[in-house]
């Protein structure tokens, strides 16, 4: 059973486009993670939300995490080629220890 | 500061052997997870290891298990291979305090199981 559902599960945009990619649950999360993942390497960590409600960006990436600590959702201003990678939300139950629940992720291409 | 490293970063075995694979976290990091990341499956828990003691076990076989070392270096072993067990296998390690559940990635070792 998928924990994080994860849509889109593909994304393919011209650059200079704005997308949005959601991440749900029915459960509530400690803590939220989306990580950026290129063919051939391990996922890099692009930004934790703890509280809920809040809001991170990090240059023309924005992150947003529920309220209810049951979703988030990424938001990219003006898509490049260099965005382009498999987007994954992870997020800890609380009675889970520090083992990360992934979403099944989305791809996302955007071209020239 | 190096990051995760991970060896070997590629393997071929064949069904019924066994696989070894290391890790070696972040300097300071103390907590070393497992994961194995198929195209189905997506990223799936296998288990988490801190000072040298398994905390949490994800849902798959006896076949798979793993151990750390007083460095915190991690070793993952699998046995019996079958063709299923052909993944990307990620180690993260994590400071291992806090509520901050992030953790950080090496670049995984690809198992191709024939």
């Known amino acids: 059973t998928q924990l994080l559902e994860q849509s889109p599960q593909f994304l393919s945009i011209q650059e200079g486009e704005n997308l949005t990619v959601y991440c749900n649950s029915s459960?509530?999360?400690?803590?939220l993670q989306w990580y950026r993942q290129e063919p051939g390497e391990g996922p890099v960590l692009l930004v934790t939300?703890?509280?809920?409600?809040e809001v991170k960006k990090l240059k023309r990436l924005t992150f947003q995490f529920g309220d209810a600590r049951k979703d988030s959702s990424l938001h990219i201003t003006a898509a490049q080629p260099g965005d382009t990678g498999l987007y994954l939300c992870?997020?800890?139950?609380?009675?889970?220890?520090?083992?990360?629940?992934f979403g099944k992720g989305t791809s996302l291409l955007v071209t020239p | 500061k190096a990051g995760v490293t991970q060896t070997p970063r590629y393997l071929i075995k064949t069904r019924g052997q066994q696989v070894t694979l290391s890790c070696s976290p972040i300097?300071?990091?103390?907590?070393v997870s497992w994961y194995q990341q198929t195209p189905g499956q997506g990223l799936q828990f296998l288990f988490e290891?801190?000072?040298?003691?398994q905390r949490n076990k994800g849902n798959f076989p006896g076949r798979f298990s793993g151990r750390q070392f007083s460095n915190s270096r991690s070793e993952m072993n699998v046995s019996t291979l079958e063709l299923g067990d052909s993944a990307l296998y990620l180690c993260?390690?994590?400071w291992g305090q806090g509520i901050v559940h992030e953790q950080f990635f090496g670049p995984g070792t690809r198992l191709t199981v024939l």
């Open positions: 993260a390690s994590r």
């Open positions: 459960s509530v999360f400690s803590s």
């Open positions: 939300v703890v509280t809920g409600g």
């Open positions: 992870a997020g800890a139950l609380s009675n889970s220890g520090y083992a990360l629940n």
């Open positions: 300097s300071g990091h103390r907590s």
């Open positions: 290891y801190f000072s040298e003691t």
